[in-house]
Every structure is written in structure tokens, then in C-alpha cells.
């Protein structure tokens, strides 16, 4: 998504369409992306699987950008398992 408000509605209801939504964002995920993409979902009563990715709101250690996408599944292993296990 190239913003968070305003959510473009329409995009996540077809997303919904799936069945599955995984949110991955680069920042804690609490009042992200995610949060806008739940409510949209909830408004709309949208039963489909959902899940967000991203940093836990707490102190972010001092690391590589490559350590912290990998310690948050932010990576590509972590995004295709959490993929997985959703669809699953």
C-alpha cells in the first residue's frame, strides 16, 4: 500500500477476496498498516484469514537491517512461512 490514510478500501476488500491477508510492515504493529487493514476487514465483515507482521512494541535492539527482518519474519523465509502456515 502506498499510504495508510486514506486505506485504499476498495484494494483490501479485493485482497479479501482471496482468503488470506498477511501485513507485513517495516515498524511495530500496532497503529501500522495492519491495524487499518483490521478494521477495514472488520467494518466490512470479511471472515477471511488475516495476519500482521512486524517489529513487537518493545525496544528494538541495535542490529543490521537483515538481522531484524530475519529475528521479526520480515525476510523472504519468514514471509513465505508465515504465508504457509496461514493458507495451511
Partial sequence: MHTIKPIDEEAVLAAAETGAIVCAQDHTKI????????????????????????????????????????????????LAQNVRALLA
Fill in 31 to 78: 497503529g501500522g498498516l495492519g491495524a487499518q487493514v483490521a478494521r477495514v476487514l472488520t467494518e466490512n465483515a470479511c471472515g477471511c484469514k488475516f495476519k500482521i507482521l512486524g517489529t513487537p512494541d518493545e525496544y528494538v535492539p541495535l542490529a543490521t537491517t537483515e538481522f531484524l527482518y530475519h529475528q521479526n519474519e520480515l525476510d523472504a523465509e519468514g
